[in-house]
């Protein structure tokens, strides 16, 4: 009989309960030909993770937590951009002499 463990917890899991996670680095090489794309796979299934649903579920959360946080930046940075610009010591002093 063949037990599966989890590869980052180590717990036990059951058959019908395990996730796959596909590990690789972000690269913007376009492949020339199959060969170097297939040497790519082979070490991109080499880095393969079966993980438990408590895992899996861990990473979700962090991927959200992620995505909450990436929306909340760009809520910030539209408003910043939305604020006027600030005048520069000249002109700041220029309009204070015309008054």
Known sequence: MKVNYCDLCGKIMK???KYVLYIAEPNDIE???TEDYLRYLKRVESGVKEVCPSCKHIFDK???YRLQGLSKMTVELEHLFKLPTIKSTKERKNKGKKK
């Open 15 to 17: 058959i019908n309960e």
């Open 31 to 33: 492949y020339e030909n």
């Open 62 to 64: 962090i991927f959200e």
